[in-house]
């Protein structure tokens, strides 16, 4: 009790003094979570947190809660723990558990029957087996098979949490620290007591009380230290960030133990809930707290803390502050007054000076301060006031300022004096400068003064002002870098001019960053003031931060004017929510620039979403065909970047192979649209990239966009196939015409053909050379020469024999030897016929096949004859002779008729006093039957001549006619 009151005690006490507040982002049911009590913590590996409260599970992505419930599976909605073990979700309850079977769904495992109901305070995979532990009921073990849970023998009944070491599984319980393997037994060293977590550090595990002690227990020197000790808060739980700190909760707030330095937070120091389930640190580093009522709460870190009314300030709107020779912090405020802070945290109003101080500044033995009415000086005894009758231009003062030389610039709304602290006196810095209104803020360069006006920079040199630009908008502030660039601060943006050039300097894309209203140098960067928070920014440009809501301002909306550097290196400004303090050495550890995470979300197509199993293959890399057809091309896709330090400082930009040519422009939203876009394959690559320009990795996928069935290979086959289908469709048409034509044109050559042949045998057998042959026999009868009329007779009988059986051979061809007997036949009749007035030779080549070849038949006597009647009868002084010569010439046969006749010259001459028109008539008709046998049976029988053949001494030696025949065999 005594305890208790003591406590009780000292908390009334600090919270009657001034108190720095750390700034925490608070998310409640207002904003989506379930349920205000927040039990347990943990992140996935997409970077999502999941919370388990006591209305539900929620998935949150920074900005966003999605929850989830017994309608998804969920044994209940009330959840004690959950725990991610190889990428799958458990969740602990009071009558059980749940884990994760499928997307976004659950499936749920009682406790046995015998089991009175108690919750699941922990969850850890251990050798292959999943342990769940109960406040109550002992250790179980998860059999996924049986979808069942099994008593482990012998196990404590409360237990608080599990940790694994080594290869042995440590539980915080009522009765002490507990080691298991196969047995449970007590780890030696450490002493009984009821503790509520334990955790693995290196070679030993660190482990927290209900009695407000925090041990670490050594297995090299089997040793227990205490590390703290408070025995009015008893913890909870016990978490270790990256530095290595501790963290403490417990239903009286987190106490923070770095090194030897104990750091409470708690309802006075800002936490608006003091009951804490929870301290959860996630792979950004931010660290989160499960209240018991508040919600989840962002701890946005020790490097800003704030100061206002609740610290017992007399107001949150700081406009102007300093710290005195004494290291008294001096604080105006825009509707209270100025007030003091002495080193031991007393705040103190000070009285004297009621309208409002927009600037103050200090001399080694005064402070000054300029005010809506009159000039106030406080020299550490007494105060003094000055007006327009003391010589100032105006009662209304906009800025103060010291000179390196020590002089006290008064700017006022009618024009700008310098403040003469000896002699207490106003005088012109010149005569123009008295002209120069509403001056907040001036900086020097070597001699000159360079002084912000209302709406323009001025110079003042060698007692001369020089309007050096002028400005659209009002100028709130001005300051000068290593370089001498000057920034100016306006309403409208911030300007930097150097070397005569001024260019704007766009902070963000944001209307609220245009208002400037500080800026303060600190070392090579400037630190600027706006509506939209509070920026750094590098001499070069090349380097900037951006700090918000989420690195710990309680107010983006900073003051004007209201900065201030103090000699511990800790940046001092207003904000409409209270006073800031910046921890600027420590500035760095906002910012560890951990990339986000990008994770795919929804795919639309013609505005249908794909399947979750789908998504879920694609964001895992799933070798899957995902193609989308042509009249299917407008797709979207969503994606959730997950930054947690900063979620709305993400911007993106995406690059899509085969349509784009470069990056796009980076942008707040998260969602792609294509739409109409061409056949052919695309690769998608989406990235997120934080405000200080950290990008994540580049998730990439690929998809194609089938063409349109008119474009694909299959139906160029078919129209190709279908096009050949016609032409060749055409072709037959056009042939069968063709062969119709032809099979007409045969039938009529044919016809022609048989007429010929006839005629040819007609020819062959004309009634003249039978009317001389029937002479022939009947003068060797009367002559008694009976053995030349039977020779006769049987020669001319065989020869018509023969005729008559080649007018009946197919295709008018006959074998070669058969035409040569018939020539031979013929010969000899008419070398008896003539009285032997001619010889004859028949020369057959060696490899000529005469029983094999084919030949017109009767075509070579109508030649045979001619030259008999036309070349040979009229010879007067030499006997006739005729040859023929039949040779082989690779792929045809050369037959040559030659006669040592009169030749053609003569014959024509003396052709009227021959009888025998039947003899041209007989060539002619065999010079038509060649070329219609070539004409039906594409047969090639080429005739040269009949030519004349001359000798050397232009005599003439008879007729030579040549036939060439392409060889063609009897089948």
């Known amino acids: ?91 602990g309850h009071d009558k059980g558990i749940s884990y994760q079977c499928a997307i976004d769904s659950f499936c749920p495992i009682n406790f046995p029957a015998n089991v009175t109901s108690r919750n699941v305070t922990d969850i850890q995979l251990h050798n292959g087996k999943i342990f769940i532990a109960t406040n109550g009921s002992g250790l179980f073990v998860l059999d ?44 030696k060293g450490i002493p009984e007591g009821s503790y509520s977590s334990v955790i693995a550090k290196g070679d030993e595990i660190v482990f927290t009380s209900y009695d407000g002690i925090l041990m670490s227990f050594s297995f090299l020197t089997k040793e227990v230290k205490v590390i703290h000790r408070d ?52 792979r950004e580093r931010n660290i989160w707290f499960g209240t018991g009522g508040k919600g989840l709460l962002k701890f946005t870190g020790d490097v800003f803390t704030h100061f206002n009314e609740k610290s017992n300030l007399p107001s949150d709107l700081v406009i102007s502050m300093l710290k005195d020779k004494n290291d008294k912090l001096w604080l105006s405020t825009l509707d209270k007054g100025i007030c003091t802070i002495d080193n031991d945290g007393k705040v103190s109003k000070e009285p004297y000076v009621l309208s409002v101080v927009w600037s103050m500044e200090q001399t080694k033995d005064m402070i000054l301060f300029g005010s809506n009415f009159g000039l106030h000086v406080y020299d550490y005894k007494t105060w003094t006031s000055y007006y327009e009758e003391q010589g100032l231009p105006s009662n209304r003062i906009k800025g103060l300022k010291r000179t390196k030389n020590g002089l006290i610039i008064v ?50 040199y060698n007692n001369a002002v020089k309007l050096v630009q002028t400005f659209d908008a009002g100028i709130n502030c001005i300051e000068l870098d290593n370089d001498n660039s000057i920034w100016v601060g306006t309403e409208n943006g911030l300007y930097i001019e150097k ?13 609220g960053a245009d208002y400037i209203n500080f800026i303060k140098k600190v070392d090579s960067v400037m630190f600027i003031g706006t509506n939209n928070g509070l920026y750094e920014i590098s001499f070069d440009r090349k380097h900037w931060k951006h700090y918000d809501i989420n690195a710990g301002l309680v107010d983006l909306e900073t003051n004007l004017n209201s900065s201030y550097l103090d000699n511990n290196n800790y940046l001092w400004f207003g904000t409409a929510a209270g006073l800031m303090k910046m921890n600027l050495e420590q500035r760095n550890n906002l910012f560890y620039n951990i990339p986000p995470k990008i994770h795919l979300t929804d795919i639309e197509i013609n505005f249908n979403k794909l399947s979750d199993k789908k998504i879920k293959n694609i964001n895992k890399n799933v070798k899957e065909d995902f193609r989308i057809e042509y009249k299917n091309n407008n797709i979207s896709f969503d994606f959730d970047g997950i930054y947690l330090s900063n979620p709305n400082g993400l911007s993106y930009s995406y690059f899509l192979e085969g349509f784009s040519e470069d990056w796009s422009p980076p942008s707040n939203n998260p969602r792609l649209s294509f739409t109409n876009l061409s056949p052919g394959v695309y690769t998608l690559m989406f990235k997120a990239t934080t405000s200080q320009g950290v990008d994540s990795e580049i998730y990439q996928m690929s998809f194609e966009v089938l063409p349109p069935f008119y474009r694909t290979w299959w139906f160029y086959l078919i129209c190709f196939i279908l096009l050949t289908l016609v032409v060749v469709f055409l072709d037959r048409i056009r042939v069968q015409r063709l062969d119709r034509k032809n099979y007409r044109l045969k039938l009529e050559f044919q016809n022609k053909l048989t007429r010929l042949e006839q005629q040819s045998l007609n020819a062959s057998m004309n009634r003249h050379f039978i009317f001389n042959a029937l002479n022939s026999i009947q003068y060797y009868i009367n002559s008694s020469d009976k053995k030349s009329a039977n020779k006769y007779l049987s020669r001319f009988a065989k020869l018509i024999r023969k005729n008559l059986d080649s007018s ?41 096949e005469v029983e094999m070849l084919k030949v017109p038949a009767m075509f070579l006597q109508p030649f045979v004859e001619n030259s008999i009647i036309h070349g040979i009868l009229p010879l007067k002084e030499r006997k006739g002779e005729i040859k023929i010569t039949i040779t082989d010439h690779l792929d045809h046969i050369r037959i040559e008729i030659r006669d040592n006749g009169v030749g053609i010259e003569n014959s024509v001459k003396s052709k009227k006093e021959v009888t025998g028109d039947h003899e041209s008539q007989g060539m002619l008709i065999t010079k038509g039957r060649i070329e219609l046998l070539q004409k039906i049976s594409a047969r090639s029988i080429e005739m040269i001549g009949p030519v004349q053949i001359n000798e050397s001494d232009s005599s003439i030696n008879g007729t030579l006619v040549t036939f060439k025949i392409i060889k063609q065999y009897l089948e």
């Open 231 to 282: 025995e009015n808060d008893p913890y909870r739980n016990v978490t270790i960030d990256n530095h290595g700190d501790y963290w403490l909760n417990s239903k009286n707030g987190v106490t923070l133990i770095k090194g030897q330095k104990a750091i409470r937070f708690y309802e006075q120091t800002g936490l608006p809930i003091n009951d804490i389930n929870i301290v959860f640190e996630d």
């Open 1 to 91: 009790m005594i305890k208790l009151l003591l406590f009780v005690t000292l908390f009334l006490f600090t919270s009657s003094v001034f108190s720095q507040r750390y700034a925490f982002i608070n998310y409640s049911t207002s904003e989506g979570l379930p349920q205000s009590q927040v039990n347990t913590i943990i992140q996935d590996n997409d970077g999502y947190l999941w919370l388990g409260t006591l209305g539900g599970l929620a998935k949150f992505d920074g900005k966003k809660f999605i929850s989830y419930g017994k309608s998804d599976g969920l044994l209940n909605n009330r959840i004690t723990h959950v725990e991610i073990i190889e990428e799958q979700l458990y969740v």
């Open 144 to 187: 996924k098979k049986s979808n069942s849970l099994s008593y482990v023998k012998d196990s404590p009944e409360r237990i608080r949490s599990l940790e694994k070491h080594s290869n042995s599984l440590f539980l915080a319980t009522k009765n002490g620290i507990i080691e298991y393997t196969t047995k449970f037994k007590s780890v």
């Open 499 to 511: 070397n005569g050039e001024l260019s704007n300097y766009v902070l963000e894309e944001n209307g």
């Open 808 to 848: 009946h051979q197919e295709n008018g061809m006959v074998p070669l030897n058969d035409e040569l007997e018939r020539l031979e036949l013929y010969l000899e009749l008419e070398t008896m016929r003539f009285n032997e007035k001619f010889s004859y030779r028949l020369e057959i080549g060696e490899h000529v």
């Open 411 to 460: 700017g006022t709304s009618e024009g700008t004096v310098v403040f003469n602290k000896k002699t207490a006196t106003f005088s012109p810095l010149n005569s123009e400068a008295k002209s120069l209104n509403n001056v907040r803020d001036f900086i020097e360069i070597e001699d000159t003064l360079i002084f912000a006006a209302q709406n323009g920079i001025y110079k003042i």
